[in-house]
T-cell receptor, first 111, second 112 residues
Framework: GQQLNQSPQSMFIQEGEDVSMNCTSSSIFNTWLWYKQEPGEGPVLLIALYKAGELTSNGRLTAQFGITRKDSFLNISASIPSDVGIYFCAGQGNTGNQFYFGTGTSLTVIP | DVKVTQSSRYLVKRTGEKVFLECVQDMDHENMFWYRQDPGLGLRLIYFSYDVKMKEKGDIPEGYSVSREKKERFSLILESASTNQTSMYLC???????????FGQGTRLTVV
């Protein structure tokens, strides 16, 4: 099955810094989703994007649906310790209900 | 709020045992999914279901089967558990027209 390329794999940052991560695909998607997963828990939806070029915010998080429909970006501004976790992107094409997931970006915030 | 509940958080089973992982959602969603999550491999789709008694193979169905007798419940079955099935298992559901997947809290299965 298709897997999305997500980068970076891991990040170690100081509290207060901004974070950027991205996800790319060889296929066009109609939907991009961003999830956060904390240790021992299931992924929790952060942001959903439905249109190319769309820019959506959720608090300090901002995500964009790339114009080519083959990529998406997530930014976290002014990071805090509770931002720690693994961030996953997910994409859905027009061939069915299946989602494809990135391998995740592990974020560590150093106080 | 949508709630997807998996029956166990942690499970330890012996090689060769038949294992049932249960998932229940309370929002009348049409679609339900089972994934396994392994370090460096992300989430891989095992099986999904569009409707009661309907099932489709995902990317890694070997060694697994599923059952969906009621709309709210989707069960993953390991017919004869093996150590390479030690993993985190995640259930998800989506409504039919809106493409957002809601996940359960996960079941960490260890096969010894």
């Amino acid at each position: 099955g298709q897997q999305l390329n997500q980068s970076p794999q891991s990040m170690f940052i100081q509290e207060g810094e901004d974070v950027s991560m991205n996800c790319t695909s060889s296929s066009i998607f109609n939907t991009w989703l961003w999830y956060k997963q904390e240790p021992g828990e299931g992924p929790v939806l952060l942001i959903a994007l439905y249109k190319a070029g769309e820019l959506t915010s959720n608090g300090r998080l901002t995500a964009q649906f790339g114009i080519t429909r083959k990529d998406s970006f997530l930014n976290i501004s002014a990071s805090i310790p509770s931002d720690v976790g693994i961030y996953f992107c997910a994409g859905q094409g027009n061939t069915g209900n299946q989602f494809y997931f990135g391998t995740g970006t592990s974020l560590t915030v150093i106080p | 709020d949508v709630k997807v509940t998996q029956s166990s958080r942690y499970l330890v089973k012996r090689t060769g045992e038949k294992v049932f992982l249960e998932c229940v959602q309370d929002m009348d969603h049409e679609n339900m999914f089972w994934y396994r999550q392994d370090p460096g491999l992300g989430l891989r789709l095992i099986y999904f279901s569009y409707d009661v008694k309907m099932k489709e193979k995902g990317d890694i169905p070997e060694g697994y089967s599923v059952s969906r007798e009621k709309k709210e419940r989707f069960s993953l079955i390991l017919e004869s558990a093996s150590t390479n099935q030690t993993s985190m298992y995640l259930c998800a559901s989506t409504p039919s027209l809106v493409s957002v997947a809601f996940f359960g809290q996960g079941t960490r299965l260890t096969v010894v």
